[in-house]
């Protein structure tokens, strides 16, 4: 048998450190194992101290991903992120513990689970105006939500970049832009409009700001967390709600003015593989779905094809017999 605690253990000062993991991907594999570690205390009786590779064997792990779903309400998505968790600690234990070889190839048989593919929702142009004129620019909170809110829709910065900008990361001369290091530590740099640049420059000057000061900072200095990002915008979207009532049937989350920037590039004309690289994905697979949502792009391409030639035909009775069958 053989002690998970030292794998375990090892798996994070050694594996996640020596494949430079970011903070996000340690801290989400830690709240998985957490989670895991305490529903096998449930089902076991056992201390998550000692308990053995072997006691975590594909049913347990079926049943915790059971658990998550229907149990904590998890969704398919955070499921699936879980098992991803899982797979990556058990391909590692193989190689510190080949005697349980069987057991971690069961283990690591589990599939992701398929989920049913959504259109991704965004704010259309009368939206995003009346989101941005919602906060009350008079005050100095006001102010810092709505260059939030601005920076976010124009760039499609995810919030953990967004929250992470400092006055370093920005340059807002000619060229104005903002750099940032996302997921996989990819380093990219957005440009900035005019008018979002003079923005920054106004706060910054208001705020006497140095570079190493977060851009968006939260009261008495500090970064802004996502669930603070989260309350902001809930709550400058129920005033927008009240001159735009379309956003009131519309769950409007952080990471929908996100897709917002790719639908308003889409609809701007900016082709595919540009969009990819402005929102920082690996590839245009993940970019393809902006194309599924986009409905005018649909209706372009229906408008540029010739119809079918239907007749029109003249309608004509059936049989007697076959109409008294049919009606039975």
């Known amino acids: 048998m053989s002690p998970l605690a030292p794998v375990l253990e090892a798996y994070f000062t050694e594996r996640l450190t020596q494949r430079h993991a970011s903070g996000h991907t340690v801290a989400s594999y830690r709240d998985c194992f957490c989670l895991l570690l305490r529903f096998t205390q449930r089902r076991l009786g056992k201390p998550p101290s000692n308990l053995d590779v072997a006691d975590l064997d594909a049913s347990l792990i079926g049943e915790f991903l059971n658990h998550l779903e229907h149990e904590r309400g998890n969704s398919i998505a955070t499921r699936n992120n879980r098992l991803a968790a899982v797979h990556s600690l058990f391909t590692y234990a193989a190689l510190r513990c080949p005697e349980h070889a069987a057991l971690i190839q069961r283990v690591l048989a589990i599939p992701s689970k398929r989920a049913e593919s959504t259109i991704v929702s965004f704010l259309t142009r009368t939206e995003i105006d009346a989101l941005l004129a919602s906060p009350e620019r008079t005050t100095v909170m ?128 900016v082709d595919i593989s540009t969009i990819a690289l402005w929102l920082g994905h690996s590839d245009t697979k993940a970019t393809q779905a902006y194309l599924h949502a986009d409905l005018a792009l649909k209706e372009q391409a229906l408008a540029r094809t010739a119809p079918p030639t239907v007749g029109r035909g003249r309608y004509r009775p059936p049989d007697p017999i076959l109409d008294f069958l049919e009606h039975l």
């Open 142 to 269: 006001g102010r810092r939500d709505h260059a939030l809110l601005l920076v976010a829709i124009q760039t499609g910065l995810r919030v953990s970049e967004l929250t992470g900008l400092t006055w370093a990361d920005t340059d807002l001369g000619v060229g104005a832009h903002v750099r940032c290091t996302g997921k996989g530590r990819k380093e990219r740099r957005i440009p900035l409009t005019k008018a979002t640049a003079r923005l920054l420059r106004e706060r910054s000057h208001e705020t006497r700001s140095t570079p190493s000061d977060y851009l968006f900072p939260r009261r008495g200095g500090g970064r802004l967390s996502r669930d603070a990002v989260a309350d902001l915008l809930a709550k400058h979207l129920t005033v927008a709600a009240r001159s735009c009532p379309s956003l009131a049937a519309k769950h409007v989350s952080p990471h929908v003015l996100r897709h917002t920037t790719a639908m308003t590039l889409l609809h701007a004309g």
